[in-house]
């Protein structure tokens, strides 16, 4: 801190030598001051973004260097109430040019939110996301792209952090062990089956205020550069997959793929899915809500699993035709560069068959209790009878096996709606149990896929556990989201197909309600330290409140 500074703020405040405008020393109103100045212009653009108050001095200005004693208390006080008023999301949405426009105002903006005394869960978020843009940014580029360590991280965070330590607490240990996984995922859905996000969050939310602890902090901010940069692999692994798996359907002749579990038609031109492909963004600048990343990010993986199973069969058919890549692959060529067509095929062939579907898990990752071992390793044991899931309403009596299914009728069509009720939850959770007994998961296969009439259902590793094997507790409460999830699918393309919203209004009453107990069911699995249950139904109940989401477009 400058002298000059020093002495403009006691020349503004009527030259108090001994007690600045808050109280504090005129070194320390001097530091405030300039921290101020530094952090100004990223507060100004998020309270012109999300419209929080209006800015103290004019667009595009600064502060002025020497304050009078009621503008620095004014100015102070405006950025103590945006503090109060931001969170970690709307910082995100922030514009990179804005955001990374200068390392002296991120570093006083963090800087801020480290100081404050009483910090709660809103404070954690957004310090959480500060350090880790504040090492992105300032980090070499070598060290960027290398496995960085903690005396690495720690370097980098000193002047943000000084205290910065390259020894994390023994309670951070866990960190570790979902950076292996993370090394391992070939897929977001690996990622997303094996729950590394909702751990890593929950790690977070039983530190407490452990957390702000120097080398817990510093273990947190390498930890989320890790987690950044294997997201950003695993996405381009995934768009890449899709856009192979599309070019293979154009060299076995294939022109429409059944793509309605990612939510297009159920003929969808390879064009589009192509080009739907080449243009997917990041719903991270507009329109940001949590459920609305997590939607977009799962019709991606849906529609790479729609098109993998499409390329699966493809080739099958074909394979029975023409033995022979090539051959197939020259029959299909446009005309004059059907040498060249069957060269490409064969090394297309090649690439999108040695690239792990969405679906596979990784053989050398060891298997995980409760998980993908558990469904997609053993064989699924089935209970004598179909798992009920209690119904919040009270129970009806339950209903008799569905009548035979006529011939030529498809195996998985359950019967007309009725009212969702006990009687529905019970009808769809047995035709569930029926597919998933009759067809159990292959292995090396982290997700199962059941039909509800003409509606398809993506079902997790967890989940499908919970169906096919003896229940618990935590086994029903999946079991209840899944047939939330079900049963609200089933009435949002029914909205679609015919416009009638009926089945779509009794399912979203459902969902609501399922929703607020499985909130209480997860907060309790965590106070009782059962991380697994906590995760497994933590990622189940967010998929469901993103389907609650669209089907309240489709019934406002």
């Not at 602890?213 to 940069?229: I, K, Q, S, V, Y």
């Not at 292995?443 to 618990?472: I, P, Q, Y």
Request: hydrophobic content about 40%; glycine content about 6%; proline content about 7%.
């Amino acid at each position: 801190m400058t002298t000059k500074t020093a002495n403009s703020v006691m020349e503004s405040t009527g030259g108090a030598k001994k007690a600045a405008p808050n109280g504090g020393s005129l070194a320390q109103a001097a530091e405030q001051w300039t921290e101020a100045r530094l952090a100004y212009p990223l507060y100004a653009a998020l309270a012109t973004q999300f419209n929080f108050a209006p800015l103290p001095h004019a667009a595009g200005e600064l502060p002025p260097t020497r304050p009078t004693r009621s503008v620095f208390e004014r100015d102070l006080k405006w950025l103590d109430s945006i503090d109060e008023q931001l969170r970690a999301y709307q910082i995100r949405q922030l514009p990179p040019e804005t955001l990374n426009a200068s390392e002296g105002a991120l570093r006083a903006f963090t800087k801020r939110q480290l100081r404050k005394p009483e910090k709660v869960t809103t404070d954690r978020d957004k310090i959480d996301l500060l350090l880790v843009q504040y090492f992105a940014l300032c980090a070499p580029e070598e060290l960027c792209r290398q496995e960085s360590k903690l005396s690495d991280v720690a370097r980098i965070l000193k002047p943000v952090l000084p205290e910065a330590s390259a020894t994390p607490p023994e309670w951070c240990g866990q960190l570790g062990n979902i950076i292996e996984d993370l090394a391992r995922c070939h897929s977001l859905r690996d990622m997303m089956e094996d729950g590394l996000l909702e751990q890593g969050r929950l790690l977070k939310e039983s530190a407490g205020p452990r957390f702000y602890e120097p080398g817990a902090l510093t273990a947190f901010c390498r930890f989320n550069f890790l987690l950044r940069r294997a997201f950003i692999r695993l996405l381009h692994a995934d768009l890449s997959a899709a856009r192979e798996a599309v070019e293979a359907l154009d060299m076995l002749g294939v022109k429409t793929v059944d793509c309605r579990r990612a939510g297009f038609s159920a003929a969808e031109t390879t064009v589009r899915l192509r080009q739907f492909c080449q243009t997917w963004r990041q719903p991270f600048q507009k329109d940001y809500t949590e459920s609305s990343v997590s939607r977009a990010f799962e019709q991606l993986l849906a529609l790479r699993a729609d098109l993998e199973e499409a390329r699966g069969s493809a080739s099958t058919a074909a394979e029975e035709i023409f033995p022979n890549t090539g051959e197939l692959a020259s029959f299909f060529a446009p005309e004059g560069e059907i040498g060249a067509s069957a060269t490409k095929a064969t090394e297309a062939s090649k690439s999108v068959a040695a690239r792990p579907s969405s679906g596979e898990k990784r053989e050398e990752k060891p298997a995980k209790n409760g998980r993908a071992a558990d469904a997609a390793v053993a064989p699924p044991v089935a209970p004598s009878t179909p798992p009920r899931a209690k119904a919040p309403a009270p129970a009806a009596e339950a209903p008799s096996k569905p009548a035979a299914v006529p011939p030529g009728k498809p195996k998985t069509a359950i019967p007309q709606a009725q009212p969702t009720g006990s009687a529905e939850t019970d009808k769809c959770l047995e035709t569930i149990w029926e597919q998933l007994i009759a067809a159990p998961p292959s292995r090396g296969r982290s997700m199962s896929t059941v039909v509800l009439r003409d509606t398809k259902v993506l079902l997790s590793s967890w989940e499908v556990t919970a169906f096919v094997s003896e229940g618990s507790q935590e086994s029903e409460d999946l079991r209840r989201a899944v047939v939330a999830r079900a049963l609200l699918a089933v009435g949002i393309d029914e909205r679609k197909r015919s416009g009638n919203s009926n089945e779509l209004a009794s399912a979203l009453v459902l969902a609501r309600r399922e929703v607020s107990y499985f909130q209480g069911r997860v907060e309790h699995a965590k106070q009782s330290k059962n991380t697994e249950a906590a995760v497994n139904l933590g990622i189940s109940t967010k998929r469901l409140l993103a389907f609650i989401e669209e089907a309240d477009k489709l019934h406002p």
